[in-house]
């Protein structure tokens, strides 16, 4: 079996990461270009890791015939383009989180790969693939606990860039929680509100961080989420999961405990790339795997546009200040 020769679009902080990840700890794939708007960045890169070529135009890295498979990196505005031109190629695609940035983009994407008759879009959504996450999946499927009725969620970044408003909280931050919700409790969103308490003064005005945030699902069950961006003291995210007979709580980050100097205490992650190291490991050896099979495994697009669509709502609740419906295609009407 040849190796699955990857391109890699957006070479930042993630597009990074995965790079050095393909490289090093991947079996099966071998990293053969990559692609960045910021060149001296990429070609640094590419030389760092090995033979790699830099191909300046994403679209022309995707029909490059050396690439066999593609994980996008960019920033969420240009992966509607970039994932249309991989369903032209009919090349398999790892997208980074969010599949797009609007509902209508993100449901053209989903009908557009429908029309393909092939499942080539896996979108990355790497808690799915996080031991802990995954445990605490198989708990509430197993119904050892009766029915899961409640989900408390917490996400929260040391700081961000000046550049995330308070519309990017929802769509790139609370979005992985929309689909944490989707997954854990294998059902749609109906409703969401997001609430926008006082605001740290660590941000610049009108930046509406910490948010709070409700999602009613369908079958009547709630998860709630506080995202807080600018935490200013670490990577922290964690999932309790209420049930009929008892909870489950992932991410106390209890790995290591230490006793010095009269304190004890344990680690905060700096960010996402050390706390879910070994989520993007599995997902992306996953992705490969059946990529090599012809098939996905993991978050589909569907499953992106919905986050998208959900988050479309998001924003409307935090501008409105009142909880929104959410608009969602009928699964059968679209995908037959
Ligand atoms: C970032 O893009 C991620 O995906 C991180 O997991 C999330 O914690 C962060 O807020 C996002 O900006």
Not at 25 to 39: F, M
Not at 197 to 219: I, N, W, Y
Not at 247 to 267: M, N
Not at 304 to 326: D, H, I, M, N, W
């Amino acid at each position: 079996m040849q190796d699955l020769r990857i391109g890699i679009i957006g070479v930042g902080v993630m597009g990074a990461d995965h790079a050095e990840r393909v490289v090093r700890r991947i079996s099966g794939a071998r990293l053969v270009a990559i692609s960045d708007p910021d060149l001296p960045r990429a070609t640094a890169l590419a030389e760092s890791l090995g033979e790699i070529r830099v191909i300046e135009d994403p679209l022309a890295l995707v029909g490059d015939p050396s690439v066999d498979a593609v994980i996008i990196a960019s920033p969420g505005f240009a992966h509607a383009e970039q994932l249309m031109a991989c369903l032209e190629n009919a090349k398999p695609v790892l997208c980074e989180k969010p599949l797009t940035m609007d509902t209508e983009s993100s449901l053209r994407v989903v009908e557009a790969e429908h029309k393909l008759g092939r499942q080539l879009i896996q979108v990355g959504f790497m808690r799915r693939f996080d031991p802990e996450y995954a445990a605490l999946k198989q708990l509430l499927d197993s119904g050892e606990l009766g029915r899961t009725l409640l989900l408390h969620n917490v996400h929260r970044n040391k700081t961000v860039s000046a550049s995330f408003r308070s519309e990017m909280i929802v769509r790139d931050s609370l979005v992985h929680e929309v689909d944490v919700a989707r997954w854990l409790f294998d059902d749609e969103i109906a409703r969401i509100t997001v609430h926008a308490p006082k605001p740290t003064g660590l941000v610049a005005e009108g930046v509406l961080d910490p948010q709070f945030a409700v999602f009613e699902m369908a079958s009547g069950a709630i998860a709630d989420v506080e995202v807080f961006v600018n935490f200013q003291v670490g990577y922290e995210v964690r999932c309790e999961a209420v049930a009929e007979k008892g909870s489950a709580t992932i991410g106390l980050g209890v790995d290591v405990l230490t006793r010095r100097g009269g304190q004890w205490g344990g680690v905060v992650p700096e960010d996402y790339r050390a706390r879910f190291g070994t989520a993007y490991d599995i997902e992306v050896q996953r992705w490969v795997d059946a990529t090599a099979r012809g098939e996905i495994d993991g978050p589909t697009a569907w499953d992106g546009y919905a986050a998208a669509a959900v988050c479309t709502a998001g924003v409307q609740s935090l501008q409105e200040g009142r909880p929104v419906e959410v608009e969602l295609a009928r699964k059968s009407e679209v995908l037959g």
